[in-house]
């Protein structure tokens, strides 16, 4: 019988065939697909969500992430509570989030795989240690013998299950070492501290604003809350939205779409178009494509593609869930999910709500360009000029951007006017522009024509 038993195992085991992926694949395939910086940033975003973990919505503030690159190693550290030695055995070391696996509520970690993909590409040795109020470990591990090893698992090198800790001792530091040659040349140019410094700043706007202190090489990282430009004839329009499905957790969407004032022409530019965020985290910065439904057609509403006379318009979609699969970001959250059935619906609302600002902005430079004196400014430029640049969350809002009806369109003139122009020597036209206190040469024309009115004629 037990002969017969060994040779079923035998021709059950012939029967088979291999097709476990090597591991060098798996990290080469891993780490292909994400650039350097959003690796980082996933790190960033774990911290965060320990935080989130601990406060839940509430604010950040007493927390903190310390991020440090040089060309011989990178570490980032927390202390955002830690994570328990249960999620490290089961969850933080997986490739791919398990089922049945925890989410943190509003979380950016979604598919099990942030940490481990930027270690891989960083470098070639880390360490991970964490600490809770009850437990703390170390795992470090060599990646080209982890490699060379016939099991997928890691071990701990340090585990204590019973320690006990204060809160203010708790967090999590990731260190890795040997780093890839190309990632240790990028770390020396202060030109990619500078850059990373600027995404850290964009990327994570939502949980520094809420209060996580975040440093780069022991410099602080600060960001600036969204502006909008707020005025009673300017307000941006506001609508929220709500995507429910048996059995998963709601989708909330908030888009505002508006005018908006940088301070200089480049910034202008950068920071024109949608800024769509999930779960607080920037997906898309400043988005001129036809995923945010420029250049686009749907329902009988055409958008055109963008166009500088477009750089004051403001759009911002945020995105939240409880569960972050629910929301419409790629795995590497450097772009969005276009397929996603709740994306292509809120597509279409966006479009509708940036409608109205593009045809205000048509009729703004209608006027700039059909005005008598460049130096004056029409009354829509006035209105532009006069508004106050305000943070999102505190602007005036109304369902629809409603585009201000000037005076002149209202009460268009009833006196038959005729446009006079001509061409004079300018040192004799700045003498007469000072003799008559005129601000504009528009002013000079009017001055002149007038003087000799009544002079002459009257």
Request: proline share 6%; glycine share 6%.
């Amino acid at each position: 019988m037990a002969k017969s038993i060994a040779t079923k195992n035998k021709l059950d085991n012939a029967m088979l065939i291999d097709a476990m992926p090597t591991k060098e694949l798996f990290i080469e395939m891993l780490t292909r697909d994400i650039a350097l910086i959003p690796a980082i940033t996933d790190l960033v975003d774990n911290s965060a969500d320990r935080a989130k973990r601990v406060k839940g919505d509430g604010s950040l503030i007493n927390y903190w992430a310390r991020v440090s690159v040089s060309p011989d190693e990178f570490s980032i550290s927390d202390n955002c509570g830690g994570m328990t030695i249960e999620t490290a055995r089961k969850y933080a070391f997986r490739f791919g989030r398990p089922l049945g696996a925890p989410f943190v509520k509003h979380s950016v970690g979604q598919f099990g795989v942030g940490m481990k993909r930027a270690i891989f590409k960083i470098g070639r040795k880390f360490r991970v240690e964490s600490t809770t109020t009850e437990s703390r470990f170390v795992v470090e591990v060599d990646v080209d013998v982890w490699a060379r090893a016939p099991k997928w698992e890691f071990e701990f090198t340090e585990l204590d299950e019973n320690a006990k800790h204060e809160s203010t001792e708790t967090g999590t530091k990731v260190t890795v070492t040997r780093l890839h040659p190309d990632v240790a040349d990028k770390f020396a140019q202060d030109s990619f501290v500078t850059e990373l410094r600027n995404e850290l700043q964009s990327r994570l706007q939502d949980p520094i604003s809420r209060g996580l202190a975040t440093t780069l090489n022991t410099l602080p990282v600060d960001a600036e809350p969204m502006m909008i430009l707020s005025h009673p004839k300017l307000a941006p329009a506001h609508k929220t939205l709500k995507y429910a499905k048996t059995n998963l957790k709601l989708v909330s969407v908030k888009l505002y779409c508006g005018i908006g004032r940088s301070s200089n022409r480049s910034e202008e530019r950068t920071n024109a178009g949608w800024h769509v965020f999930c779960n607080g985290r920037l997906i898309l910065e400043g988005d001129k494509t036809d995923v945010t439904g420029w250049n686009s057609d749907a329902d009988s509403l055409s958008i055109p593609g963008f166009h500088p006379q477009y750089n004051n318009l403001r759009g911002f979609a945020y995105f939240d869930s409880d569960d972050p699969a629910r929301l419409p970001w790629n795995t590497t959250k450097t772009g969005l999910n276009t397929d996603s059935p709740i994306y292509r619906a809120v597509k279409l609302e966006m479009m509708k709500l940036m409608r109205p600002v593009v045809d205000f902005l048509n009729k703004l430079k209608d006027e700039k360009q059909n005005k008598d004196d460049p130096d004056e400014m029409g009354p829509l430029e006035k209105l532009v000029d006069g508004a106050t640049p305000i943070a999102l969350e505190k602007a005036p809002t109304r369902p629809v951007f409603t585009p201000p009806v000037t005076k002149a369109e209202s009460k268009p003139c009833e006196v038959q006017m005729q446009r006079i122009q001509y061409d004079m020597p300018y040192d004799k036209v700045i003498e007469v522009k000072k003799a008559l206190r005129a601000r504009s040469y528009k002013e000079v024309g009017a001055g002149t024509f007038d003087y000799f009115y009544h002079a002459e004629v009257k």
